[in-house]
C-alpha cells in the first residue's frame, strides 16, 4: 500500500502504481504472470473526472491486454474487488490474480467530495434532502446512545484506540496519539459527532495479489488463505432499515463467513472493521459478535478491542487513524491483515495472531463485505 | 429491456426496475431465487448523483439482502458485468445470477454528460486537453479512410442499416429509417463524423438472468447457453496504441473467445457489435474476423452485413439506431441476441440464427468484451 494522507504530490493512477509494484515485488511475481486485474475505486469520475479505471490501471502497471474490472459499492468498493477477485480464482477462469483499492480525494474541494461520497447513500431520498454521512451516521448515534446508553466518551475511546494503533503505522494518515478530551473538545460535525469521531478525506491505494492454494504456496513463504468472503445488501436509505443501531447486512455476511469458515467470533485474533465514524466500529463489534449487542462502547472504554486486549480492533488504524481513501480502504485492511498474520506488524503486532477477519461496508450499510483469513503455513 | 430512448417520466431506478421485473417474468423465477446482482452502469455518480448502484438495484428490485455489486469499464459496463456474471456461475459461489444495465443519461445538460462521458478515456491526456469522443473516433476515422480508402458513404451505410433494423424493433430509440443522403447532409460533429454517424444519449435499461446450463434447461424452455466471454484490455489513450484503425483488445478478446466457443466468425449468425460511431462498427467487423481488414465499409455498402447477408450485423438497430444507455448497452446486445436465437425477434428476425455474438467496446478501445452465445434446446 501506499502511504495514506493527504498527497499533493502524485495523482490517482501513481498511487495505484506505487502500491502495485510493492505488491508484485512482494510476491516476486513478474507482470507477465497476472492473468487478470480487479480494482475498487467510489467516485474517480467526481473526483478525477476518470471512470473507465479498469482499463487505466492495467495500461499504467503495464499490465494490458489482461481483462481488468473496475468495482464500485461506494466505501465497500475495495471489499467487494477482493470477493469478486476471490470468486474469480475459485472459478478456475483465472488463477492469479491482482486486486486493488484506489482513491485520489484531494484533488477538489470538500463540498464537492462530500457531495460526490453523498452518492453512497440514497440520492433522491437523502442526498437531494440534505442528509450527508456524518449528518446519517449522527442519527445512529443517537438511537445508539438511546437504546443502551452508549456515550459520547465511549465513541471516542474508539478514536483514542485507533490513533494509539496508527501512531505505530508507518502507513497511517495520523501519526499522533490523541486523548478522550481531543476528541471531546473537537469541533462538532453532526452532534453527537465530533470532528474526531469522523474518518478523514485521504488519498491512497493498496493491492494484494491473489492466486489458487496450492500455487499460493510455491509463489511465497508467508500464504494467507482467504476462508471464506461473504457480501451482502440492505435497503439504501435509512428509513426503510429494520433498525438503527446495526448494519443488518454486516450481520448477514458475517453468518454467512463464520459459517463457510467453520469459525466463530471467538477464533477470531486480529480484526479490521469499518470504522468511517467511531459509532459504525461500536456497531461493527456487535454486529461481527465480537461482542454483545449494545456492549460495543463499554467494551471499547474496558479495552477490550486494544492490541493485547480481547480481539484486536483496528490495528492499522482503521479508517479513523489510518485514513479512508474509499475505494482503498477494503483492500488496505487485507493488507493489514496480512501483516498481522504473517507477524509483519512491527509496533503494533498482534501477537500469535493466526486468523484475522476484515469487515468492508458501503455507504451507511446498504453493503458489507466480511472475509475471513488464515495463516497457512 | 425498457424501451430505449430519451424518457422524461422516469428516473434511473424506474429504468433499470422495469428491465428487471420483465426478465424474471420471462423465466419464471421469483426474487427468491435470485442469488446474486452484478449490474453495469458508467457514469451513474455524474448523470444522477448516484454511486453504489448495486446496492440501489437490490433495494429496488426488492431483492436484499444478496450481494449486489456495480461494474463499470465505460461503454463496455454491461459486458463486464455479464462476464462477471457468466465467471460468478463458473466459480459454483452462486447459480443464479441477476445482471443488469441501465444508464439515465437526460437528466444533465448535454455538455455535462459530455464531460462525464469523457471519462472513458485518458482524463489527464485526451479529455483534459479537449478531445471529446466523437473526437477521438473522428481521427480513427480519418486514419481508416487514409489506409484503406474507406469513404464518408460507406460509414453513412452502416448508419442507414442500422436506423432500417431499429425500425423494426419496438424496443429502438429510433423508429424512422433515413437514407445516405440524410447522413451525408447532416451537420458536422468532428469531421469526418456527422451527426448521423454517432450513437445518440439515451436512457435504458437491460436485464439478463444467468444459471448453471442443466439448471436453466429446467428453468426455461428456450435456454441460451454462453459458450465463450472474454475480455481484454488496451492502453486507454490513443496515443499509445498500436494502430488507430483497429481495436487490439476486440481482435484478442475475440481470438480468445473463439477459441474457447471452438468456433469461427464464419459460423456467427447474428452479431450485436459496438457501433458508437458508424466507423466503430467499420472496424468492429474487421476486428471481429467477419471481413478483412480494410474491407468493413465496402462490406457494409455491398449489403453484406443486412439481414439476410453473410452475417446480420446489430439487427436491434445497434446503438446508432437502438439507442446507447452506456452501462445497459452490453446487456441489451446479450437481450437481442437471445431473441434472435429464440427466433423472437419479429420483423427483423435472422432465419436460423442458432449462433450468435456480442461485442462490447469501453471508452475508445481500452476494453473490450466478446460473448459467443449458441441455442441448446
Not at 480494482?39 to 494490458?64: N, R, W, Y
Not at 453523498?118 to 440520492?123: H, L, R, S
Not at 485514513?323 to 500469535?352: D, Y
Request: proline share 3%; charged share 20%; aromatic share 6%.
Amino acid at each position: 500500500m501506499t502511504r495514506f494522507g493527504e498527497d499533493w504530490s502524485r495523482g490517482f493512477r501513481d498511487l495505484i502504481l506505487e502500491a502495485g509494484v510493492r505488491a508484485l515485488e512482494d510476491c516476486g511475481l513478474s507482470g507477465s504472470e497476472i492473468e487478470a486485474l480487479y480494482c475498487g475505486t467510489m467516485a474517480s469520475g467526481a473526483l478525477v473526472g476518470q471512470e473507465h479505471a479498469g482499463a487505466l490501471i492495467a495500461d499504467f502497471m503495464g499490465l494490458t491486454p489482461i481483462p481488468s474490472t473496475r468495482l464500485e459499492a461506494a466505501c465497500a468498493s475495495g471489499g467487494v474487488a477482493l470477493r469478486q477477485a476471490y470468486v474469480t480464482v475459485a472459478s478456475g477462469v483465472h488463477d492469479i490474480v491482482v486486486v486493488g483499492g484506489v482513491e485520489k480525494m484531494t484533488d477538489v474541494p470538500t463540498a464537492e467530495a462530500s457531495y460526490a461520497l453523498g452518492g453512497a447513500g440514497d440520492q433522491e431520498w437523502e442526498l437531494f434532502m440534505g442528509a450527508t454521512f456524518p449528518g446519517l451516521y449522527a442519527l445512529m448515534a443517537r438511537r445508539h446512545m438511546l437504546d443502551y446508553g452508549t456515550t459520547q466518551e465511549q465513541m471516542a475511546a474508539v478514536a483514542v484506540k485507533n490513533h494509539a494503533n496508527a501512531a505505530k503505522n508507518k502507513y497511517a494518515q495520523f501519526q499522533n496519539e490523541i486523548t478522550i478530551e481531543t476528541v471531546m473538545k473537537s469541533k462538532s460535525v453532526a452532534s453527537p459527532l465530533k470532528v474526531f469521531d469522523c474518518s478523514p478525506i485521504t488519498d491512497g491505494a493498496a493491492v494484494v495479489v491473489l492466486a489458487p492454494l496450492e500455487k499460493a504456496k510455491k509463489i511465497c513463504e508467508q500464504p494467507i488463505e482467504i476462508v471464506a468472503s461473504e457480501q451482502a445488501s440492505d435497503s439504501i436509505a435509512l428509513h426503510d432499515r429494520e433498525s438503527l443501531t446495526k448494519i443488518k447486512a454486516t450481520e448477514i455476511a458475517a453468518k454467512k463467513a463464520f459459517e463457510r469458515a467453520k469459525l466463530a467470533p471467538k477464533d477470531i485474533h486480529v480484526a479490521e472493521v469499518h470504522d468511517c465514524f467511531t459509532i459504525a466500529e461500536i456497531m461493527a463489534i456487535e454486529d461481527l459478535g465480537f461482542v454483545k449487542k449494545g456492549m460495543g462502547g463499554k467494551a471499547t472504554e474496558d479495552g477490550l478491542t486494544r492490541i493485547g486486549g480481547q480481539v484486536a480492533i483496528n490495528t492499522s488504524g482503521g479508517l479513523k487513524g489510518c485514513g479512508h481513501p474509499v475505494g482503498a480502504t477494503g483492500v488496505k485492511q487485507a493488507v493489514e491483515i496480512t501483516w498481522q498474520l504473517r507477524g509483519k506488524a512491527e509496533g503494533r503486532q498482534v501477537k500469535g495472531a493466526e486468523i484475522g477477519l476484515a469487515h468492508n461496508v458501503g455507504g451507511s450499510g446498504a453493503t458489507a463485505v466480511v472475509s475471513i483469513f488464515r495463516k497457512v503455513w
